[in-house]
C-alpha cells in the first residue's frame, strides 16, 4: 500500500462492508444509465470518466515515486491488475457508498465534511504546515483528500448508524433474552477455602494430620499437593474462593454442605470423572482432597434486569442486530452489483479462486 493510502487510511472508519465488496457498484435508481463516450464505467447514473480515473492513476504513481516504488510498466497486463483495476474499484465502490446514501436518505453537509477535514488534519498532521507540506509533496489537492477519505468516512458513519436505528433492540428483546438465560446472570454462593490435592489415601491422612497439629497450610501443600506451583507466594498456597457449581462434585459437597467454618475435612475422594479428565495418571490409585473451611458461605444473589440490561443490550447488539444489519448491507450491495456497467476492457478482473483442486 502506499504511503498517500497509509496517511488517509485513519480519516477512514472501520470498514462497512459497502467499499470491501469486489466488483460491486451502485445506483440511486433501479437501472444504471448507458455509458457515454468518456466513461470507464457507470455506477447507477453516476458516471466515472477516464479523466478521473487517469487523474487518480497519476495520484498512485506520484506517491510510488516518492515511496521510491516500482510499479509495473503502463499498459502491461500487471499495471491492469495492480493498479488500474484497484484505483478504478475504489471509485466504484466511491460512486456505490454515495448512491447507497441516497437509497437511505443519508446526507453530509458541507459544514461536516470541513468538521471531518479540520479533525482529520490535526490527528495526522499537527499543523497546517505540515498538511501543506505533505499535499505538495504527493501532488494532491484538497478536493483529493475530501473525495476518497473524508466523505466517504462520513457517509459510511451514517450509513451504519442508520441501519442500525432500522434495527434497534427493544424492551422487549431484552426480557426475553433475560428469561431465557436468567441462570446466567445468577451469583452462586461462594465460600473461601484451603485444600490440598493428594495423590492416595495415605498421603491424604498424612497432610489432614499434619495440619490438625498446627503444622503450615503452605508446607502441607509443598509436600503433598498435586497442583503445588513453585513460585507462589506462601499466603496463596492452597487458597480458593470456591465458588459453587464450578467444583468437582466431591469437593462442592463438603464445602456447602458438611464443612464447618474452621473445621478441617476428612479426605474426600475425588470422583473418577474429574480423576479421568483432569489428573490422568497422578491417582496412585485414587486421589483425595483435603479441605479448611476459612469462613462462611456467602449466599449468592440473582440480578435484576435493570441490572444486567446494559449487557444484555450489547450482546444483542453484537448478535441479533449486527446479523440484520449485514444482511441488509449485502442486500443492498446485491442490487448495485446488478446496475453497474464498465467500458470494454475496464471490467476488473475476479478474484482467484480459494477452492482447492
Known amino acids: ?19 470491501a465488496a469486489c466488483g460491486g457498484g ?9 455509458l457515454n463516450s468518456g466513461d470507464v464505467a457507470v455506477v447507477g447514473d453516476i458516471h466515472i470518466t477516464r479523466s478521473e480515473l487517469d487523474h487518480q492513476i497519476q495520484l498512485q504513481e506520484k506517491s510510488a515515486a516518492v515511496s521510491k516504488q516500482t510499479l509495473p510498466k503502463p499498459g502491461s497486463a500487471d499495471f491492469k491488475t495492480q493498479v488500474t483495476d484497484p484505483v478504478l474499484q475504489r471509485l466504484v465502490n466511491e460512486a456505490e457508498i454515495e448512491n447507497i446514501a441516497k437509497i437511505l436518505g443519508v446526507t453530509v453537509s458541507d459544514s461536516e465534511v470541513q468538521a471531518k477535514l479540520q479533525q482529520g488534519i490535526q490527528q495526522q498532521f499537527g499543523s497546517q504546515a505540515k498538511y501543506q507540506a505533505f499535499l505538495k509533496k504527493y501532488g494532491i489537492t484538497e478536493q483529493d ?17 442508520k ?9 422487549a428483546q431484552v426480557q426475553d433474552y433475560y428469561n431465557k438465560n436468567k441462570a446466567s446472570f445468577a451469583q452462586p454462593d461462594s465460600r473461601k477455602v484451603h485444600y490440598i490435592l493428594a ?52 469437593f462442592e459437597n463438603a464445602v456447602f454442605n458438611d464443612l464447618q467454618t474452621g473445621g478441617i475435612s476428612i479426605p474426600v475422594a475425588v470422583s ?3 480423576e479421568q479428565s483432569n489428573l490422568a495418571g497422578k491417582c496412585k ?7 479448611r473451611a476459612d469462613a462462611d458461605t ?4 440473582q440480578q435484576s434486569l435493570d441490572q444486567v440490561k446494559a449487557q444484555i443490550m450489547s450482546t444483542l447488539e453484537q448478535s441479533v442486530q449486527a446479523q440484520k444489519v449485514s444482511k441488509r448491507v449485502q442486500q443492498l450491495i446485491d442490487q448495485q452489483h446488478k446496475i453497474t456497467k464498465y467500458a470494454p476492457g475496464y471490467k476488473p478482473a475476479p478474484p482467484p479462486s480459494t477452492s482447492g483442486g
Do not use: H
Request: glycine share 8%; charged share 20%; net charge positive.
Open 285 to 291: 490409585p485414587q486421589c483425595y482432597f483435603v479441605i
Open 163 to 171: 441501519l442500525k436505528s432500522e434495527y434497534k433492540i427493544t424492551d
Open 199 to 250: 495423590k492416595d489415601k495415605a498421603d491424604a491422612d498424612a497432610a489432614r494430620t499434619f495440619v490438625t497439629k498446627g503444622g503450615s497450610w503452605g508446607e502441607a501443600v509443598k509436600k503433598w499437593s498435586l497442583d503445588y506451583k513453585p513460585g507462589t507466594p506462601p499466603a496463596q498456597l492452597g487458597a480458593l474462593t470456591a465458588t459453587k457449581g464450578q467444583l468437582e462434585a466431591n
Open 145 to 161: 483528500i475530501i473525495d476518497q477519505a473524508v466523505r466517504p468516512s462520513l457517509l459510511q458513519t451514517k450509513i451504519a448508524d
Open 298 to 301: 456467602v449466599k449468592g444473589s
Open 1 to 19: 500500500m502506499s504511503r498517500f493510502r497509509i496517511v488517509l487510511l485513519p480519516l477512514l472508519i472501520s470498514a462497512v462492508a459497502l467499499a
Open 26 to 34: 451502485s445506483g440511486s435508481g433501479s437501472t444504471a444509465a448507458s
Open 272 to 274: 473418577k470423572s474429574y
